[in-house]
């Protein structure tokens, strides 16, 4: 008897199945003097069916224009989405585009000295997309404060109006805070006060 690596009789048992088809299982029986098996006869049968069925659809006209317009469409989106959101993943993708006299050198770490003075500002938008606009704008630097509402350019999201309570009729240009109106400044006005601030 010939004992065989596992890896080899499943190589085989593919090699079988693609050449021959199904039907292995019974003359492989057969050669070895077993019964060949009703059952494995029948579910063979069927499944050969099913296989020239396949073959038969794949090699149609239909099937082949609809793969090449699927990967038309693949391709398309793909193109799309790298144009809205261009490459980020990649290897050296922030140098892409720079000659070597442009490239940047980080700047060693600043050592502070303890008389520096921080400046923490909170964002609030229409959503989560990078697409998204800003509602709110505030800052504190030591004691100041700055407090800004930007009328927003797009409908501000459920979710985004739960969290923040921010609501917005750009119908009106009218923004509301828990209901009530509130002063809104456009986004370009709201920029400079705050680096102004």
């Known amino acids: ?3 065989h690596n596992p890896w080899q009789v499943e190589c085989h048992q593919l090699c079988f199945k693609k050449n021959e088809g199904y039907n292995y299982l019974e003359q492989m029986n057969e050669a070895a003097l077993l019964s060949p098996g009703e059952y494995t006869k029948s579910i063979a049968k069927k499944l050969n069916t099913e296989k020239l069925k396949r073959r038969i659809k794949r090699q149609s006209r239909e099937f082949k224009k609809k793969r090449t317009d699927l990967k038309k469409k693949r391709n ?4 799309r989405f790298n144009i809205h959101e261009s490459v980020s993943y990649q290897s050296e993708i922030a140098t892409i585009g720079l000659s070597d006299t442009e490239a940047v050198t980080i700047p060693s770490p600043l050592k502070l000295d ?4 921080f400046t923490f500002f909170d964002l609030e938008t ?12 505030a800052a504190v630097h ?6 800004s509402y930007v009328l ?3 409908d501000i999201s459920v979710e985004a109006s739960k969290v923040t309570g921010i609501t917005c009729c750009l119908a009106k240009n009218k923004m509301y805070v828990h209901g009530k109106e509130v002063d809104t400044k456009s986004q370009y006005e709201a920029l400079l006060d705050f680096i102004e601030f």
């Open 142 to 147: 030591d004691k100041k404060l700055y407090q």
């Open 1 to 3: 008897m010939v004992v």
């Open 152 to 154: 927003p350019r797009c």
């Open 114 to 117: 303890g008389t520096e003075s």
């Open 76 to 79: 398309k989106k793909e193109r």
């Open 126 to 137: 229409t959503g989560l997309s990078r697409i998204s606009d800003i509602t709110q704008i």
